[in-house]
Each structure stands twice: as C-alpha cells, then as structure tokens.
C-alpha cells in the first residue's frame, strides 16, 4: 500500500505544481480572466469523457496496466503545457492531462480491491493524505519556480515526475491479486449501468456532483480573487495552496480517523457541509489575511472530511467487479461539474467585481453546497446507516 501512496504523491505533486501561475499563465499569453474559466473547463472536459472509459478498463484489464499508460501521458501532456508559446498549445496541453485524470478513481479501486469495508474509510483517508501533501508542495514549488524562471521550468519539472513516477510504479506496483483471475473482474456495461441506476447511488452521485460544483467555483476564483483583493501574484498564491494542502492533510490524515471511531460516515457528511459552507460564507466577506487564514481552515476541514467520505460511500455502495467503473464514473460526474462550473465561477466572479462584491463568487458556491444537505438526509432516510 505505501507503493501506491507514492504513486499518487507524485501524481499529484505533478498536478499541484502547475495550479498557482496557471491564470497568470493564460494573462501572459493574451488571454482573459474568461478565457482561463474555459481553459479549466477544457480540462474537466476531457476528464468528464475519458474517466469512466479509463477506469471501467482497470476493472477489465488491472489497476497497475491503466495507472501505467495514464502517467506516460500525463508526462507528455505536462511538456507539451511548458513548451506552449501560443494559447492553443495550453489548451492542448491541459486537453491532454484531462485524459489521464482516471489516476484517481483507479487508484481509490486499487485501495477498495484490498481493504475490508472497515478499512476503507481509513485507508482513502490517508490516500487523501498522500495527494493533500502533494497540494502542501506542488504549489509553493511550483509557485516559487514560475516566479523565478517563468512558467516553463515547472512545468517541465511536472513532466519529469510523472515520468519518474512511470519507471517507479513500472518497478514497485504490484497489481491486486483480484486481478489474478480474470473472471473476478469481468462485469457488462449493462451490469455496471444496473449498478449506477440504484437508487442510492444516483443520490450519492448528485451528492458528489453539486459538491464538485460549489469547490468549482472557489477553485477557479481563488487566484482572480487574491489577486483582486489582496494584489498577490503566483508566489503568494502558491503559498495559500500550501497552507489549504496543510489543513487538508491534517484532516485527512489525523482528524478524520478520530471522528470517524464516534460518528457514522452520513454524520461526517453532514458536519463537512456544515463547515464548508460556513467557510465559503466568511470568505466571501473577507477583507483582511486574518480572515482569509479562517475561511481557508474551514473550508479545508470541510473539504477534507467530504472529499473523503463521499468516495467512501460511493465504493461501498459498488460491488468488488465495479469499483472501477462506478468511481470511475463518479469522477466523470466531478468532471463534468468542472467541465460547466469554471466558466460559470469565472462570470459570476466577473459581475461580482463590477457591482463591488468581489466575493460573490463565494456565497454561491456556498448556497450551491447547500442544496446538497436535503440529498444527504434523503439518502439517510431511505436506506440503512452506513
């Protein structure tokens, strides 16, 4: 298991170190605050359709096969985002990396193919943990290098990663045993679209959706917003992220496991809405760093304790055959919500600027996580604790 928490690490340090000079990426090349919202939804775009293709062939074909091919791409795509001189190759570049953004739900399956259902909870908290330190890094490296050598040398160093991550897995993972009888693994689109079509899970799945586009719509106005309101540049901005990835690690990684041992996973839920939306409220408000250091603690705890339960009870709710394909598609629901929210966030962002009420863009996004409170109770009504 520590090989896979390696794996993912260094996915996501790849990932996070392009994230804070992203917007001042796109500005330095011609663009527009609008243009970036689409940049954003380029990416999800692609990821909303490769997704659930790429992870559905990990439950055919073994985890270890997939998470291969996708970080050689995702190398490539990473270099091609350096070399870009021109906005169309950018677009090309982040097109490329939404190809490879099943990394994720696969991964989550290779931790569900060898867990117990008491495990899992704990286990993708700490694969949580393992991609939150990659945020705590990513972006202050990637923040740092971009303020002192431009935009291309992270961007190549990004690269480099995913391929050193491709040697090291090549070496170091193993597949899961499942794997090792083909018929274990074999499950029709129409067994899997049976699977998706239950009741609980296209609640949880709209749970998932409406989640991923209120943290959207803060992700894609964060750097516009800290640049609006407090003048920071990649440097500083890389900084908050860090500080987000902290929080979140904490969470993931300490706290999480400690209310779990009293609470129900529904309950968890519950309390990451709770906070989340709380959170987005303050920092729509927010004036001074004093403020904008509590919005963040908040927003990450309960970003933290969401991101974590939601996937837990989507993989309980699949079986063994399907991990793959369900959180595959899960995370193409997520990428679909990426796909349509940045472009949204980046308007809303826009005319919140112009009537003075530069955090607009935040109070929806908190009444957006809001809707998903009478989901959750729903869920909790009709079907038995989990």
Same mark, same amino acid.
């Given at each position: 298991?520590?090989?896979?928490?390696?794996?993912?690490?260094?996915?996501?340090?790849?990932?996070?170190?392009?994230?804070?000079?992203?917007?001042?990426?796109?500005?330095?090349?011609?663009?527009?605050?609008?243009?970036?919202?689409?940049?954003?939804?380029?990416?999800?775009?692609?990821?909303?359709?490769?997704?659930?293709?790429?992870? #559905?062939?990990?439950?055919?074909?073994?985890?270890?096969?997939?998470?291969?091919?996708?970080?050689?791409?995702?190398?490539?795509?990473?270099?091609?985002?350096?070399?870009?001189?021109?906005?169309?190759?950018?677009?090309?570049? #982040?097109?490329?990396?939404?190809?490879?953004?099943?990394?994720?739900?696969?991964?989550?399956?290779?931790?569900?193919?060898?867990?117990?259902?008491?495990?899992?909870?704990?286990?993708?908290?700490? $694969?949580?943990?393992?991609?939150?330190?990659?945020?705590?890094?990513? =972006?202050?490296?990637?923040?740092?290098?971009?303020?002192?050598?431009?935009?291309?040398?992270?961007?190549?160093?990004?690269?480099?990663?995913?391929?050193?991550?491709?040697?090291?897995?090549?070496?170091?993972? =193993?597949? =899961?045993?499942?794997? #090792?009888?083909?018929?274990?693994?074999?499950?029709?689109?129409?067994?899997?679209?049976?699977?998706?079509?239950?009741?609980?899970?296209?609640?949880?799945?709209?749970?998932?959706?409406?989640?991923?586009?209120?943290?959207?719509?803060?992700?894609?106005?964060?750097?516009?917003? $800290?640049?609006?309101?407090?003048?920071?540049?990649?440097?500083?901005?890389?900084?908050?992220?860090?500080?987000?990835?902290?929080?979140?690690?904490?969470?993931?990684?300490?706290?999480?496991?400690?209310?779990?041992?009293?609470?129900?996973?529904?309950?968890?839920?519950?309390?990451?809405?709770?906070?989340?939306?709380?959170?987005?409220?303050?920092?729509?408000?927010?004036?001074?760093?004093?403020?904008?250091?509590?919005?963040?603690?908040?927003?990450?705890?309960?970003?933290?304790?969401?991101?974590?339960?939601?996937?837990?009870?989507?993989?309980?709710?699949?079986?063994?055959?399907?991990?793959?394909?369900?959180?595959?598609?899960?995370?193409?629901?997520?990428?679909?919500?990426?796909?349509?929210? =940045?472009?949204?966030?980046?308007?809303?962002?826009?005319?919140?600027?112009?009537?003075?009420?530069?955090?607009?863009?935040?109070?929806?996004?908190?009444?957006?996580?809001?809707?998903?409170?009478?989901?959750? $109770?729903?869920?909790?009504?009709?079907?038995?604790?989990?």
């Amino acid at each position: 298991m520590s090989v896979l928490f390696s794996v993912v690490f260094l996915d996501n340090l790849g990932f996070a170190i392009v994230l804070p000079y992203l917007f001042f990426y796109v500005t330095a090349l011609g663009g527009s605050a609008f243009l970036y919202g689409i940049l954003l939804a380029s990416y999800s775009l692609l990821s909303f359709i490769f997704t659930p293709i790429v992870a #559905r062939f990990s439950d055919r074909y073994g985890r270890r096969r997939i998470l291969l091919v996708a970080l050689a791409v995702s190398s490539f795509s990473y270099f091609v985002f350096g070399s870009a001189h021109v906005l169309w190759l950018l677009f090309v570049g #982040r097109m490329l990396a939404g190809t490879t953004a099943a990394t994720v739900p696969v991964a989550q399956a290779y931790v569900a193919d060898v867990t117990s259902k008491e495990e899992r909870l704990r286990y993708l908290g700490l $694969l949580g943990a393992a991609a939150g330190i990659a945020f705590i890094m990513g =972006p202050a490296i990637g923040g740092t290098l971009s303020y002192l050598y431009g935009y291309a040398v992270p961007s190549f160093l990004a690269s480099a990663l995913a391929l050193s991550n491709l040697i090291f897995a090549y070496f170091r993972l =193993p597949e =899961p045993a499942l794997f #090792r009888d083909p018929e274990k693994t074999m499950i029709s689109y129409a067994a899997l679209v049976k699977v998706i079509k239950k009741r609980q899970m296209i609640v949880l799945l709209g749970i998932f959706f409406m989640f991923f586009v209120s943290f959207v719509f803060l992700q894609a106005a964060l750097s516009p917003w $800290l640049l609006q309101v407090f003048g920071f540049g990649s440097l500083q901005v890389g900084l908050v992220f860090f500080f987000v990835g902290g929080v979140s690690v904490f969470t993931q990684a300490v706290l999480l496991p400690m209310l779990s041992k009293k609470n129900s996973r529904l309950k968890l839920t519950l309390y990451g809405i709770g906070v989340f939306v709380v959170g987005l409220f303050v920092l729509s408000l927010v004036q001074n760093i004093a403020g904008l250091v509590v919005a963040v603690v908040l927003i990450s705890f309960g970003f933290g304790v969401l991101y974590i339960t939601l996937n837990t009870l989507i993989s309980l709710n699949a079986p063994t055959e399907a991990q793959g394909g369900t959180l595959g598609i899960a995370w193409a629901i997520a990428g679909l919500a990426q796909t349509v929210a =940045p472009v949204l966030a980046a308007s809303a962002f826009a005319f919140g600027v112009s009537i003075g009420f530069n955090g607009l863009v935040f109070a929806v996004s908190a009444l957006i996580a809001i809707i998903t409170v009478p989901l959750v $109770l729903n869920f909790k009504k009709a079907y038995k604790e989990q």
